[in-house]
């Protein structure tokens, strides 16, 4: 067998070599490559996944405008999948243009609605119009509730309450006349955005969009005076309405009422809701917590009980909003325990104190001095708002351990001093516990 030649050693040597270097080099960078943060492997299969998605976008868009070049016929649901499947928002109106020069396009509401939508999405607004002046050349037929949806859009999405306007007095051109519903919502809107100047002409324009006004359209109007402060005008409207020949609600009187108590006018708010009554309109919860509430305010918690019994025996039901006034009435009142014992009655009705009426309550507990009360208080506490701590029972149980060491070794101290003491002590466990900062006056 012939000796390899002296290029073929070298080379085997040399080989040798890398592999023993390479060897060393990844025994040597093992440690450093474990230190390699693993946010950054996160980024890369996030930019990887976001750039397989981009990809995903591009051939779908690209197949959709491939679609709308093809030959073959479409079906309106054909044509609808394909502008679903637009990924691209910047592509739909390319997309419809192809569409609309194709033999078998047929304009529709469904349509129309679609691209209004994927271009409120991708906020493109400045297309809507050229959309629907197309949709009225096209005279392609739009019901009331294709305008509501534009109109929220400009309202609740553009932020653009004059084109909500716009739209809502252009309706007719297209055939369609607006509900009261549609009406009744720009009417709102303009009260919500504080446009009272616009409201007069919109409410003007109700006849000539044959529009019937009905009850809740001047409840939005006389909610509109109140916050411009014109209560004189408020019930000007509201003797107006039966002559309009609707009859005021519930709704009606409750904002005049709400206005009223808002303004230190408790007693005038009592005089609208009896001549309510007297009119055959009854009131319901809202109005009743209104004026439960106004009447708190005022320091006047006994009529405000007064009139959670009435409001019960008239088959009206009290809620969260109910009771919490009434609650805040006491807490006013610097009543605690009365508060305390009203928040059992709360809980035995199946509504759930705020977290700030437990901490109002044993705030007042403590500067009264009723640690025991303030104790009885916070396990309510604990039990409606952090179930999950269960080391209530091992604490009290440690406290009364250690009031019974105190009782057995300083014999001159009274049990009572002592189970004051331990109250104190497991109240500012507690405290810590829930992060309270009370200071607790020294016994």
């Known amino acids: 067998m012939s000796k390899p030649s002296l290029g073929i050693a070298v080379l085997r040597r040399a080989r040798y ?21 693993s946010r950054m492997v996160r980024i ?4 990887t996944s976001s750039f397989s998605k981009l990809n995903y976008m591009h051939d779908s868009d690209k197949l959709c405008m491939e679609r709308l070049d093809h030959m073959d016929w479409l079906a309106p649901n054909e044509m609808l999948k394909i502008f679903r499947n ?12 192809k569409a609309a020069r194709r033999i078998d396009y047929r304009p529709s509401e469904a349509l129309y609605s679609l691209l209004i939508d994927r271009l409120a999405y991708c906020r493109k607004f400045a297309y809507v119009e050229d959309l629907l002046d197309k949709a009225k050349c096209e005279k392609c037929r739009l019901s009331d509730d294709f305008f509501y949806r534009l109109i929220k859009m400009y309202g609740n999405v553009a932020n653009h309450p004059d084109k909500a306007i716009e739209t809502l007095l252009k309706m007719p051109d297209f055939n369609c006349w607006p509900t009261v519903k549609t009406f ?7 009260v919500n955005t504080r446009q009272f100047e616009v409201i007069h ?10 529009i019937t006004l009905d009850t809740c359209c001047f409840n939005i109007l006389i909610k509109g005076l109140c916050e411009c402060d014109k209560l004189d005008a408020a019930f000007s409207l509201l003797h107006e309405i039966p002559k309009q020949g609707r009859r005021p609600n519930a709704t009606t009187y409750s904002t005049i009422m709400h206005y009223l108590c808002e303004h230190d006018k408790v007693s005038e708010a ?24 106004g009447l708190c305010k005022q320091g006047r918690v006994s009529e405000g009980m007064e009139f959670l019994k009435t409001m019960k025996l008239e088959g009206c039901y009290p809620n969260s909003g109910t009771y919490q006034a009434l609650l805040y009435g006491l807490l006013r009142a610097k ?36 640690l025991t009360d303030a104790v009885l208080v916070l396990e309510q506490m604990a039990l409606k708002w952090l179930k999950q701590m269960k080391l209530l029972d091992g604490i009290y149980h440690g406290v009364e351990q250690s009031a019974n060491h105190i009782t057995s070794s300083d014999k001159g101290v009274s049990t009572d001093t002592v189970s004051n003491k331990a109250c104190q002590l497991f109240f500012r ?7 309270v900062k009370i200071k607790l006056k020294k016994l």
């Open 201 to 210: 002409e919109v409410y003007l324009s109700a006849p000539g969009l044959g």
């Open 86 to 97: 637009v990924r691209n928002p910047e592509l739909i109106i390319n997309a419809f243009k």
């Open 335 to 370: 009543k605690f325990v009365e508060a305390k014992d009203f928040m059992g009655i709360m809980t035995s009705e199946g509504v759930k104190p705020s977290y700030s009426s437990y901490k109002l309550i044993i705030c007042g507990l403590c500067r009264e001095n009723l």
């Open 270 to 293: 009592l005089e609208l809701c009896e001549r309510m009554q007297k009119n055959g309109c009854h009131p319901d919860t809202i109005t009743f917590n209104i004026l439960i509430s």
């Open 17 to 37: 070599k890398t592999q023993h270097m390479d060897c060393r080099w990844l025994s040597q960078a093992v440690p450093y490559i474990s230190q390699v943060d």
């Open 429 to 435: 466990i507690i405290m810590k516990r829930f992060l």
């Open 184 to 190: 009744n919502y720009v009417l709102n809107m303009l």
């Open 44 to 47: 890369s299969r996030y930019a």
